[in-house]
């Protein structure tokens, strides 16, 4: 079946600088990975067809403290006009930077075209209900657009495992109740706390990307198959995890065909379309 990717980043010179970055390497090396070799944007697209993608999100990075190693909103723009309805882009935003993060917003979704927003608050290092950031989420709320909002174990040096505490998401879901929020990186090693604030909260939608296959993990198959059977949305976050290795992993948990549809396909599909994405 057709499969859509909700975390997926061109392994073109262009974007594998953010994989230079240490913190970058130290996730790879940990989830036992390595960068791929680099290729143009149509080797990347010919190379997910051969896997069954049809369709995937691009988000951008823009992060505190890895200045460098960052992806512009502006290549994000250009990947999606090469690709258009097959390349869904969402603009990575620095969210410390006051009223210029709230401009970022504006201007990537007014002017780039781009469908939502990708944050990382561990990058502050902060959590993802710092209040310094509600200033992003209200606008990001105002324009209609979803958010993506990075968390898990951060297993790297820096950041402490507070700042990407899923369930600082639960606030940011009761405050902002009219915006779509998606759960990068599946909420582990949160699964229950993750499960549980989608469940709370039909704004919150969940990301298999990058740990949904650890200790515990087969858990989001059986919320999956019973509470939240619209709320998972498979993601790969390729080039860090090869997409044919994701989705080999998430076929290892214990969903049912109907679930697994929706997490490969359905889900995502029907999310895409309320914001207009295609």
């Known amino acids: 079946m057709a499969i859509i990717d909700f975390r997926c980043r061109p392994n073109t010179p262009e ?72 390349v869904i882009g969402f603009a990575g935003i620095n969210p410390l930077r006051g009223m210029k993060s709230v401009a970022a917003v504006e201007h990537a979704i007014r002017h780039l075209g781009l469908k939502g927003v990708s944050i990382d608050p561990y990058g502050g290092p902060v959590e993802a209900n710092d209040r310094r950031l509600y200033p992003v989420y209200a606008k990001c709320a105002e324009l209609g657009v979803p958010v993506v909002i990075t968390c898990g174990p951060l297993p790297f040096v820096g950041p402490r495992l507070v700042h990407g505490d899923v369930r600082a998401i639960d606030d940011v879901a009761a405050d902002f109740p009219e915006l779509t929020i998606i759960i990068d990186h599946s909420g582990w090693p949160w699964v229950a706390e993750t499960i549980a604030i989608a469940f709370r909260h039909e704004n919150v939608y969940i990301d298999t990307s990058l740990y949904a296959h650890l200790p515990g993990a087969t858990l989001f198959a059986e919320a999956a198959n019973t509470i939240i059977p619209d709320r998972i949305l498979f993601a790969s976050c390729f080039p860090v995890v090869p997409v044919e290795v994701a989705l080999a992993r998430l076929r290892t948990l214990p969903f049912t065909p109907e679930a697994l549809e929706g997490v490969l396909y359905h889900n995502a599909d029907r999310l895409l379309r309320s914001f207009g994405c295609y």
């Open 15 to 86: 974007y594998l600088v953010a994989l230079e970055h240490p913190l970058t390497q130290s996730v790879m090396r940990k989830l036992g990975t390595q960068p791929p070799p680099a290729t143009t944007l149509d080797g990347w697209i010919a190379a997910l067809e051969a896997n069954g993608v049809e369709r995937l999100v691009f988000t951008g990075r823009q992060t505190e403290g890895t200045e460098g190693h960052d992806v512009g909103n502006e290549y994000v723009a250009e990947t999606v006009r090469r690709f258009p309805g097959k």
